[in-house]
């Protein structure tokens, strides 16, 4: 409520009624509080027409230039409002950003600007470019996408959150095709930031259709951009299971296995496996199965890694607890593949409910309490599953 009563009392301010609008309106109508669209089209139409001004008097060349007394004290009160309202909804749902260069522009006018008598323009001061059709202010749900001199504003939707960062999905009109983003929560210390800066850095180095691509990564609002999935191996599961064939679940898994084989071979442990960090891409003639989210990646001689103490991971063996995270090795690694594989071959996450020994005894052997028991790499897991699928169908017939 004390946030709605900021943006009533920024109104009542600004003089601004409801429904307020002007020719700026329409760059703000991703914002869904209908008093923060007024607000903002009010304050560009101010940047505007100020700018203009101080535009006559520039560029400044090797010598200063006077900017008048009324247009200085009005361009430093709306950057005053500006920045108040930045910080004031820094953190809510409320919260929006202001265009990169109209920052920096913002910036170096607080430096020469003054109350009294005018302000003195320092030399080599560029024209500010106007922004007539695009927005000063960006919702912290867009994304500003290039394409040469052209930009657009696309609208992020939620498609996912955890718990140190949002996925949204956005369409690039320029291509016309859809994105993923996925953006780090303004509230992860300097630690969770470089994970995540980590966790796009290993996924880029990656060259696999069975692991999550990723394209660029914005340092700025700390985001990158990936490729975009239709659903998780949850969903497809919850969707499927009642269809699927033993033949599609091996293929399934042996699509997984190949894109495990590639992480370990680059000497990765993925350390989060989960049903819902297994994304699925629809085809019209395949789907292909995609590892994802390698937010707990272990990379050898890390420094990252050895920081990371807390057993994460929704199907590690708890054993780690005692041995610690950062020992994590492949058979930690089978550990949870083989809850993943089992889930895959059953359809269920409950195993007291499996109801088939041949599975039971997959998961026996890949769980073992005892490591020297379990299987040693993936080509003995992979050669179990088989001869698993093998003695499932036989029973099926």
């Avoid at 919260?95 to 910036?107: K, M, N, P, R, T």
């Avoid at 020994?357 to 897991?381: A, S, V, Y």
């Amino acid at each position: 409520m004390k946030l709605l009563n900021y943006i009533e009392s920024q109104m009542r301010e600004l003089d601004l009624t409801v429904g307020y609008q002007n020719e700026y309106s329409n760059l703000y109508a991703n914002f869904e509080n209908v008093k923060l669209r007024a607000i903002f089209a009010y304050l560009h139409e101010e940047y505007v027409r100020l700018f203009e001004t101080l535009n006559k008097r520039l560029p400044t060349g090797e010598e200063s230039a006077h900017f008048w007394a009324d247009e200085s004290r009005e361009l430093m009160n709306i950057i005053k409002i500006t920045f108040d309202m930045l910080e004031k909804l820094k953190n809510t749902e409320f919260a929006f950003e202001v265009d990169s260069e109209y920052l920096i522009i913002i910036q170096m006018c607080q430096r020469f600007l003054v109350q009294y008598r005018g302000s003195e323009i320092p030399p080599n001061t560029k024209r500010v470019e106007i922004y007539y059709e695009i927005p000063i202010f960006l919702s912290n749900e867009t994304i500003s996408i290039s394409l040469g001199e052209k930009t657009r504003i696309e609208n992020l939707k939620l498609i996912g959150e955890g718990s140190y960062a949002k996925v949204f999905k956005f369409k690039d009109s320029f291509y016309n095709k859809t994105y993923a983003l996925k953006r780090a929560k303004n509230n992860l210390d300097d630690k969770e930031v470089q994970r995540f800066r980590r966790e796009f850095e290993e996924m880029k180095k990656l060259s696999s259709p069975y692991i999550l691509e990723v394209y660029a990564f914005n340092e700025q609002k700390s985001e990158y951009t990936m490729e975009f999935v239709d659903c998780t191996l949850e969903q497809y599961m919850n969707e499927n299971n009642s269809k699927l064939t033993y033949d599609n679940r091996l293929k399934i898994i042996a699509q997984l296995l190949q894109g495990f084989h590639y992480l370990h071979s680059k000497d990765l442990f993925h350390r989060d496996i989960s049903y819902k960090n297994v994304l699925v891409k629809q085809y019209d003639a395949i789907n292909v199965f995609k590892i994802a989210d390698f937010g707990l990646v272990k990379t050898i001689n890390s420094d990252l890694t050895s920081l990371q103490t807390e057993v994460k991971g929704f199907l590690n063996d708890p054993a780690l607890m005692m041995r610690g995270f950062s020992s994590y090795d492949l058979l930690d690694e089978i550990y949870a593949l083989t809850q993943l594989f089992a889930y895959i071959l059953s359809g269920k996450t409950q195993w007291a409910n499996l109801k088939s020994d041949h599975i039971e005894e997959f998961m026996e052997k890949g769980m073992n309490p005892d490591r020297k028991k379990r299987f040693q790499n993936l080509k003995e897991m992979e050669t179990a599953i088989v001869t698993c699928v093998n003695e499932l169908k036989a029973v099926q017939e």
